[in-house]
């Protein structure tokens, strides 16, 4: 029997949307389950992967100063947290009130925060299983506090550029007028260098992009043959963004949801964008969500970059 719209929640509407459009895509959202999660962080580690090693320098070099700019004693939240590495790196620095880690993946992120709390016993850690699409909500105790909010990885470029601007601004809600955020953002530079880093060579970004495929088997009962589709990463000029997408290696179907996805040979699926930043987009992103860019410190190479984004009132 065919599916019905009135059977399926919203978000099996959005996945099948996705796989039924000309240009398919599929929300970044599938890479993190927990496999996903851990080859995310493995691909951290590879060489090609210059955001993570210079950020975690920028952070290293500069904490002191970044603490004087943000305060002591302050509510930190950090959305999409992963293994809440960087952060150790300025905890000590801050000397925050509370943490407040976000998450989808709740063992992924629950491990993390029991592995802080043994290594910083004196922090008020509060994990938050949620993802993006929902508001962090905090308890009503740290309404009055001072929030940052902690935003490494540039993956402030996964988003398009008006989500990004509306993910800002809701960021700018939940600290108020007293509040900032801290957000890695990863710098426009020559094709060479970005296209290698999601092409590593071990294959592990690879890797991190067809477990989407295994994810989507996993939690939607789908039949996708992961052997007939392969990783394709490029950077796109024009817009200044990398491009991750899965091609079909054949003509096939795949069934999902009690609907058949065709997929046409050398069809791609469209996983994640990573847009580029340049010195002008920072001030611009800050000025149009409510903030104002106070400081920007950098590597020694200038790849990367890590902005303090100071609430402003209108």
């Known amino acids: 029997m065919k599916t019905t719209e009135l059977e399926l929640n919203l978000e099996e509407l959005e996945l099948l949307n996705g796989l039924t459009k000309k240009q398919k895509s599929l929300n970044p959202k599938y890479f993190y389950d927990k496999k996903g999660s851990q080859l995310f962080e493995k691909i951290t580690a590879v060489e090609e992967y210059y955001p993570t090693r210079t950020e975690i320098e920028i952070l290293k070099n500069n904490t002191a100063e970044i603490a004087s700019y943000l305060g002591q004693g302050i509510v930190l ?13 300025i905890l000590d620095e801050l000397k925050p009130k509370a943490f407040f880690p976000q998450d989808v993946s709740r063992r992924f992120l629950n491990q993390a925060a029991d592995e802080l709390k043994q290594d910083f016993p004196w922090l008020n850690v509060q994990p938050i299983v949620s993802d993006f699409s929902k508001p962090i909500v905090l308890p009503e105790n740290m309404a009055n506090e001072p929030k940052f909010v902690f935003y490494p990885g540039s993956t402030i470029g996964n988003f398009e550029p008006e989500n990004a601007i509306k993910f800002l601004k809701n960021m700018r809600k939940l600290v108020g007028d007293d509040g900032g955020i801290l ?62 997408h899965l091609i079909s290696n054949s003509p096939q179907t795949v069934r999902l949801l009690g609907q058949t996805i065709r997929f046409e040979q050398s069809e791609t699926i469209h996983t994640e964008n990573s847009y580029k930043f340049t010195e002008e987009d920072i001030i611009n992103m800050a000025n149009k969500s409510g903030f104002k860019l106070i400081k920007s410190w950098f590597d020694k190479d200038r790849l990367f970059s890590v902005n303090y984004f100071k609430s402003i009132n209108d």
Do not use: W
């Open 183 to 244: 957000i890695g953002m990863d710098l426009h530079k020559a094709k060479s260098i970005l296209e290698p880093a999601y092409n590593d060579s071990r294959q592990i970004t690879a890797a991190f992009n067809l477990n989407m495929l295994f994810n989507l088997n996993e939690k939607f009962n789908a039949d996708f043959d992961i052997s007939e589709f392969s990783h394709r990463a490029f950077y796109n000029d024009s817009l200044r963004r990398i491009e991750m």
């Open 77 to 89: 939240i950090e959305p999409g947290a992963g293994n809440c590495s960087k952060v150790r790196l």
